[in-house]
């Protein structure tokens, strides 16, 4: 069973990095493609970037060049760097896993945690 905790959310200036981690304390962490969300107040969850078990990755239009998902099998646990951080990137950001890379970036497909909040101050 997956189980999913995100850290490393907080405020950030504009220009900014971060880096996200989400441990999974599941026994079959390297069976799953890992992936991450987001959701800003008022909106719907969005589709961030995802990695596949191999290290084949995938991003939305609006991070790519300043995202980079990455993941560390032996530890279980799968990263999101954050570089050059805008305003509009502020958001609660989720962990997720599912079997099947391919259903990215689908919502409503397996397993979540609690989110971590990001916020890019202008």
């Known amino acids: 069973q997956v189980q999913l905790v995100e850290s490393g959310g907080r405020l950030v200036q504009a220009g900014g990095s971060l880096r996200l981690s989400c441990a999974d304390s599941?026994?079959?962490?390297?069976?799953?493609?890992m992936g991450w969300f987001r959701q800003a107040p008022g909106k719907e969850r969005e589709f961030v970037a995802a990695i596949r078990w191999s290290g084949n990755t995938s991003y939305a239009d609006s991070v790519k060049g300043r995202f980079t998902i990455s993941r560390d099998n032996a530890k279980n646990t799968v990263y999101l760097q954050m570089n050059n951080l805008k305003p509009e990137d502020t958001a609660v950001y989720y962990c997720n896993a599912r079997r099947s890379y391919s259903s990215y970036p689908v919502l409503g497909v397996g397993s979540w945690g609690q989110g971590t909040q990001v916020t890019v101050s202008s």
């Open positions: 599941g026994r079959t962490f390297s069976a799953y493609a």
